[in-house]
T-cell receptor, first 113, second 112 residues
Framework: DAGITQSPRYKITETGRQVTLMCHQT?????MFWYRQDLGHGLRLIYY???????DKGEVPDGYVVSRSKTENFPLTLESATRSQTSVYFC????????????FGDGTRLSIL | DAKTTQPPSMDCAEGRAANLPCNHS???????VYWYRQIHSQGPQYIIH???NNETNEMASLIITEDRKSSTLILPHATLRDTAVYYC?????????????FGKGTLLTVNP
């Protein structure tokens, strides 16, 4: 029962670089989500996906790109990292979009210098 | 989504039941009550959710008042590993609303 895994767990990079955070789930859940968590802001939704090849913006999508070519994977890319994107990033999945709980990975701690 | 009010912190003795309250007086008829918790440096963990009936699973019980304006999460035999921040969320999911909004939650400290 692997569930949902995120990689890497920790990442340090420099401003302007591209970085990709990976998310993989083994439940065949339709929905997947990316959140960032910062002190004082709680969880904020970046992007979500209802199925393969279907993605939509959340609350704070600027500076991020997502793709979902396969149901089980939902990578998040920062095309040109900025210091304001230093955060803890959580991926989540749910069976469907209607009244189903979201199950979270353990997060990626990203520091941008 | 309706707002929730939780106490900022609670203590519980190991082995005793932990009862975590949540007020959600503006909840609407199609909104569910969800409980999550977050242990330091880990991802949020789903615990339980319900609409109006009491619910129980292997982790906890959820008691929702008849008027649905408040609820209580019960951890029947708290252990040290249950020390975490517990979040009560009221949410109508579906349509275009998938965003989980975590408030400040309740820091539950289980003491030996």
């Amino acid at each position: 029962d692997a569930g949902i895994t995120q990689s890497p767990r920790y990442k340090i990079t420099e401003t302007g670089r591209q970085v990709t955070l990976m998310c993989h789930q083994t439940w065949s859940h339709s929905y997947m989500f990316w959140y960032r968590q910062d002190l004082g802001h709680g969880l904020r939704l970046i992007y979500y996906s209802a199925a393969a090849d279907i993605t939509d913006k959340g609350e704070v999508p600027d500076g991020y790109v997502v793709s979902r070519s396969k149901t089980e994977n939902f990578p998040l890319t920062l095309e040109s990292a900025t210091r304001s994107q230093t955060s803890v990033y959580f991926c989540a999945s749910s069976e469907s979009g209607y009244n189903q709980p979201q199950h979270f990975g353990d997060g990626t701690r990203l520091s941008i210098l | 989504d309706a707002k929730t009010t939780q106490p900022p912190s609670m203590d519980c003795a190991e082995g005793r039941a932990a009862n975590l309250p949540c007020n959600h007086s503006t909840i609407s008829g199609n909104e569910y009550v969800y409980w999550y918790r977050q242990i330091h440096s880990q991802g949020p963990q789903y615990i339980i959710h319900g609409l109006k009936n009491n619910e129980t699973n292997e982790m906890a019980s959820l008691i929702i008042t008849e008027d649905r304006k408040s609820s209580t999460l019960i951890l029947p035999h708290a252990t040290l590993r249950d020390t975490a921040v517990y979040y009560c969320i009221v949410m109508h999911s579906g349509g275009s609303n998938y965003k989980l909004t975590f408030g400040k939650g309740t820091l539950l400290t289980v003491n030996p």
